[in-house]
């Protein structure tokens, strides 16, 4: 593997023009083939095997009049302080509304809220359901300016009047969260390299994998049925880990050259060494998203496909465009005093040994005083690392997952304020009703009886008459619940009626009876997530320890790795647990509402962080592994790995966490959530896990961390990641003494 990408890499740099060219064909033919390609279809959300997807499948069947998957917008109506929503003056104001709705454009029809006695009991409130002919997503601009106008028409006339429903229109605008993860990233690549040049060649090249990649997606949406939401996650990954893996590569050919390599020589041994270690992290992050399969839920493993696609282009630019790139700037990458100091002349040998004794009496850098300091301490700094990442993980034991609604959104929408009517005036259930199925001979006949048997629990508040098919082989009844639909009784009522269904078809002379709607596929979304996400965790974590093992030649390294990575996830997860769902320091990160955890949060987490966290961690290890294949002691081989990675792994981390914590910032608490819960998970798994516990454990292991039967070192290949293969180089024809190796730590070194 070293010696093919050594071999890659030195052809990307001398032959850099092609190679150029090459990615910018690429990347011009992919943004023809998305600018021809027709639209993307419109997301479909579907759970294969759920009991609300089955009622969903009969209703679609049984009443396709209904009109399922049209959009719909819930206008709530509120009288003027003091007065009746049934008074004269304020009725032919609802009527006008109710005219100008059923009017408006892409509208069928909008129910009048007096011939369907759709009022509060207090006679304050209506509401009325506008139903378009087509899907929410297929809505245009047009027709949600023609909604909204009609909605201010009415406000103007002195009502309150607030929408719900998935035909509003929602506000997509991020502020300016990427705005800041993108500056901080380019602050933090500048200082790291003291360069401009070498600051922006990582951005430059995450940019053209995204660009690849995204329009990849569009141009393949309508064959695959990728949805134009499919490249949000897809954006995000290729975004981090492209920045990531230009980093690695350039720091490596920054440190060749610094020990004295021909330029080529560096280029052709930086992608053969960091780009060994960035082709298994790829691959790692590549698995774990693909793994998303497991769950059975189309849209994830849409997104999960396609940010796999664009970390492999990651990949790809990595290892041939960035040294292709370095061939046009090979000194203007380096600092200005390592310039300075390769322009100089060669030095002769009494002036290198000079040098040499000099460079040794130098102060080490800051990750190899770290390193220094774990290695004195490495059961205290195991002690406190796990015992603290354990502290913040026990929130996580009272998890709570859910789904994002109105009742989540921010307080000054309008679909929140809606929302909030409703439950006022209608109850908390009414903004989640559960829709029953009746299948029967005579299925009017039965879902009376089904529904005369609902209305007497005490965890209901009304059952809607019956309305039958064509056929009257399925009937309909709308339940309200007395609980919110994101209340655990809520749950608890969707499950006791799905157990008790069969005893009361019996009694109603029904075939079967299912519970469907809104909530309840919410209810069975986050119950299939929950039971995906042991065997995704399994798959993911089995498959990259088995990667990984290839990798370092060794059982323990990746044993730890997996299990750092666990700490890290549960740590995170307690965070958002503690201040998500449980409201510790709401007002500081301006949470309006604490709730349960989005369902999606821990899977997503742990297919992006694990593939993050392995980046660091084949970086960091790879080269200790590389300091120990080469004759190093064991605190040495710690040391170095430090010494060389230390800086851009905590370069890489501050980038992420930085870009993810904009994100914080929103309005949204949902993005609040994802933001925060992703920059926990990498501060905890970057500088806990892999900064201390990582080097404290193979202070303790020794030379056992690399430890590997031999029966499995011969089965296993062997693909020399660390360069082990690669050509003798030749005598430096310079030297630079700032980058000489220091062996202040010869006390430890050898532990």
Same mark, same amino acid.
């Given at each position: 593997?070293?010696?093919?990408?050594?071999?890659?890499?030195?052809?990307?740099?001398?032959?850099?023009?092609?190679?150029?060219?090459?990615? @910018?064909?690429?990347?011009?033919?992919?943004?023809?083939?998305?600018?021809?390609?027709?639209?993307?279809?419109?997301?479909?959300?579907?759970?294969?095997?759920?009991?609300?997807?089955?009622?969903?499948?009969?209703?679609?069947?049984?009443?396709?009049?209904?009109?399922?998957?049209?959009?719909?917008?819930?206008?709530?109506?509120?009288?003027?302080?003091?007065?009746?929503?049934?008074?004269?003056?304020? !009725?032919?104001?609802?009527?006008?509304?109710?005219?100008?709705?059923?009017?408006?454009?892409?509208?069928?029809?909008?129910?009048?809220?007096?011939?369907?006695?759709?009022?509060?009991?207090?006679?304050?409130?209506?509401?009325?359901?506008?139903?378009?002919?087509?899907?929410?997503?297929?809505?245009? #601009? @047009?027709?949600?300016?023609?909604?909204?106008?009609?909605?201010?028409?009415?406000?103007?006339?002195?009502?309150?009047?607030?929408?719900?429903?998935?035909?509003? !229109?929602?506000?997509?605008?991020?502020?300016?969260? #990427?705005?800041?993860?993108?500056?901080?990233?380019?602050?933090?690549?500048?200082?790291?390299?003291?360069?401009?040049?070498?600051?922006?060649?990582?951005?430059?090249?995450?940019?053209?994998? @995204?660009?690849?990649?995204?329009?990849?997606?569009?141009?393949?949406?309508?064959?695959?049925?990728?949805?134009?939401?499919?490249?949000?996650?897809?954006?995000?990954?290729?975004?981090?880990?492209?920045?990531?893996?230009?980093?690695?590569?350039?720091?490596?050919?920054?440190?060749?050259?610094?020990?004295?390599?021909?330029?080529?020589?560096?280029?052709?041994?930086?992608?053969?060494?960091?780009?060994?270690?960035?082709?298994?992290?790829?691959?790692?992050?590549?698995?774990?998203?693909?793994?998303?399969?497991?769950?059975?839920?189309?849209?994830?493993?849409?997104?999960?496909?396609?940010?796999?696609?664009?970390?492999?282009?990651?990949?790809?630019?990595?290892?041939?465009?960035?040294?292709?790139?370095?061939?046009?700037?090979?000194?203007?990458?380096?600092?200005?005093?390592?310039? !300075?100091?390769?322009?100089?002349?060669?030095?002769?040998?009494?002036?290198?040994?000079?040098?040499? !004794?000099?460079?040794?009496?130098?102060?080490?850098?800051?990750?190899?005083?770290?390193?220094?300091?774990?290695?004195?301490?490495?059961?205290?700094?195991?002690?406190?690392?796990?015992?603290?990442?354990?502290?913040?993980?026990?929130?996580?034991?009272?998890?709570?997952?859910?789904?994002?609604?109105?009742?989540?959104?921010?307080?000054?929408?309008?679909?929140?304020?809606?929302?909030?009517?409703?439950?006022?005036?209608?109850?908390?259930?009414?903004?989640?009703?559960?829709?029953?199925?009746?299948?029967?001979?005579?299925?009017?006949?039965?879902?009376?009886?089904?529904?005369?048997?609902?209305?007497?629990?005490?965890?209901?508040?009304?059952?809607?008459?019956?309305?039958?098919?064509?056929?009257?082989?399925?009937?309909?009844?709308?339940?309200?619940?007395?609980?919110?639909?994101?209340?655990?009784?809520?749950?608890?009522?969707?499950?006791?009626?799905?157990?008790?269904?069969?005893?009361?078809?019996?009694?109603?002379?029904?075939?079967?009876?299912?519970?469907?709607?809104?909530?309840?596929?919410?209810?069975?979304?986050?119950?299939?997530?929950?039971?995906?996400?042991?065997?995704?965790?399994?798959?993911?974590?089995?498959?990259?320890?088995?990667?990984?093992?290839?990798?370092?030649?060794? @059982?323990?390294?990746?044993?730890?790795?997996?299990?750092?990575?666990?700490?890290?996830?549960?740590?995170?997860?307690?965070?958002?647990?503690?201040?998500?769902?449980?409201?510790?320091?709401?007002?500081?990160?301006?949470?309006?509402?604490?709730?349960?955890?989005?369902?999606?949060?821990?899977?997503?987490?742990?297919?992006?962080?694990?593939?993050?966290?392995?980046?660091? #961690?084949?970086?960091?290890?790879?080269?200790?592994?590389?300091?120990?294949?080469?004759?190093?002691?064991?605190?040495?081989?710690?040391?170095?790995?430090?010494?060389?990675?230390?800086?851009?792994?905590?370069?890489?981390?501050?980038?992420?966490?930085?870009?993810?914590?904009?994100?914080?910032?929103?309005?949204?608490?949902?993005?609040?959530?994802?933001?925060?819960?992703?920059?926990?998970?990498?501060?905890?798994?970057?500088?806990?896990?892999?900064?201390?516990?990582?080097?404290?454990?193979?202070?303790?292991?020794?030379?056992?961390?690399?430890?590997?039967?031999?029966?499995?070192?011969?089965?296993?290949?062997?693909?020399?990641?660390?360069?082990?293969?690669?050509?003798?180089?030749?005598?430096?024809?310079?030297?630079?003494?700032?980058?000489?190796?220091?062996?202040?730590?010869?006390?430890?070194?050898?532990?």
């Amino acid at each position: 593997m070293a010696t093919f990408l050594y071999k890659l890499g030195r052809l990307a740099f001398r032959r850099r023009g092609l190679m150029v060219l090459l990615w @910018v064909l690429i990347l011009g033919g992919a943004g023809f083939a998305a600018s021809t390609a027709p639209a993307p279809p419109t997301d479909t959300f579907s759970m294969p095997g759920t009991e609300s997807q089955k009622a969903f499948d009969l209703l679609r069947d049984r009443f396709p009049a209904a009109g399922t998957d049209g959009a719909s917008a819930r206008v709530v109506i509120r009288a003027p302080q003091g007065q009746k929503i049934t008074g004269p003056a304020t !009725k032919a104001k609802v009527d006008a509304l109710v005219a100008d709705l059923s009017k408006a454009s892409g509208v069928t029809a909008a129910t009048d809220p007096y011939l369907l006695k759709t009022l509060s009991k207090d006679r304050t409130t209506a509401y009325s359901i506008a139903t378009y002919k087509v899907a929410a997503l297929e809505l245009t #601009e @047009v027709q949600h300016d023609a909604l909204a106008r009609t909605l201010a028409k009415a406000r103007g006339e002195g009502l309150t009047v607030e929408a719900g429903g998935d035909a509003i !229109k929602v506000d997509a605008a991020m502020g300016g969260a #990427e705005g800041i993860g993108v500056l901080v990233s380019a602050i933090v690549l500048l200082i790291t390299f003291g360069s401009l040049i070498a600051a922006g060649m990582p951005l430059l090249t995450a940019l053209i994998g @995204v660009g690849v990649g995204i329009s990849a997606i569009t141009a393949l949406g309508s064959t695959l049925g990728l949805s134009s939401t499919t490249s949000t996650l897809a954006m995000m990954i290729g975004l981090a880990v492209g920045i990531d893996y230009a980093l690695f590569i350039i720091s490596r050919y920054r440190s060749e050259i610094a020990e004295g390599r021909e330029r080529q020589e560096a280029a052709g041994r930086a992608v053969g060494t960091a780009g060994s270690a960035v082709v298994f992290a790829g691959l790692t992050v590549i698995i774990a998203l693909a793994g998303l399969a497991v769950v059975n839920i189309s849209m994830l493993t849409k997104m999960g496909m396609a940010a796999a696609g664009t970390v492999a282009v990651a990949v790809l630019i990595a290892i041939t465009l960035v040294p292709a790139l370095l061939g046009f700037a090979p000194v203007k990458v380096l600092r200005r005093r390592d310039r !300075k100091a390769l322009r100089g002349k060669p030095l002769s040998a009494r002036q290198r040994r000079r040098a040499a !004794k000099e460079a040794a009496r130098q102060k080490p850098n800051l990750g190899a005083r770290w390193a220094g300091y774990v290695l004195r301490h490495p059961a205290a700094v195991l002690v406190v690392g796990v015992l603290g990442l354990g502290a913040i993980a026990v929130p996580a034991a009272s998890l709570e997952l859910g789904l994002p609604g109105e009742g989540t959104m921010a307080r000054e929408t309008s679909q929140r304020k809606a929302y909030d009517m409703l439950s006022e005036s209608f109850g908390p259930g009414f903004n989640g009703p559960l829709t029953v199925t009746v299948s029967a001979g005579d299925a009017k006949k039965a879902a009376d009886a089904v529904g005369k048997s609902l209305a007497g629990r005490s965890d209901v508040v009304s059952v809607s008459p019956a309305a039958a098919s064509t056929a009257n082989d399925t009937a309909i009844l709308n339940l309200v619940p007395a609980t919110g639909p994101t209340d655990v009784r809520t749950e608890d009522l969707v499950r006791s009626l799905r157990d008790s269904a069969s005893g009361i078809a019996t009694g109603a002379g029904a075939t079967e009876i299912l519970v469907t709607g809104q909530t309840a596929m919410f209810i069975d979304f986050s119950q299939t997530l929950d039971d995906a996400l042991l065997p995704y965790l399994a798959l993911v974590v089995g498959l990259a320890f088995l990667l990984l093992m290839v990798v370092f030649r060794s @059982v323990l390294v990746p044993l730890k790795a997996a299990l750092g990575f666990l700490l890290s996830v549960s740590a995170a997860l307690g965070a958002v647990v503690a201040v998500f769902q449980w409201g510790w320091l709401a007002d500081v990160f301006g949470i309006q509402q604490p709730g349960p955890v989005m369902s999606t949060v821990p899977i997503l987490m742990i297919g992006v962080v694990f593939g993050l966290a392995m980046d660091y #961690e084949v970086f960091l290890v790879s080269r200790m592994r590389e300091a120990h294949v080469h004759g190093a002691r064991p605190g040495e081989a710690v040391v170095t790995g430090f010494r060389y990675g230390g800086r851009v792994v905590s370069a890489a981390a501050i980038i992420m966490i930085s870009v993810f914590s904009g994100f914080v910032t929103e309005h949204n608490d949902l993005i609040k959530m994802i933001g925060f819960a992703l920059a926990v998970a990498v501060l905890f798994d970057a500088f806990v896990v892999r900064m201390a516990l990582v080097p404290a454990l193979f202070a303790l292991l020794g030379k056992s961390a690399w430890w590997m039967p031999k029966w499995l070192d011969r089965l296993l290949p062997n693909l020399d990641v660390e360069g082990e293969n690669l050509p003798t180089p030749a005598p430096a024809r310079h030297h630079s003494p700032q980058h000489e190796q220091p062996r202040p730590y010869a006390d430890f070194a050898n532990r």
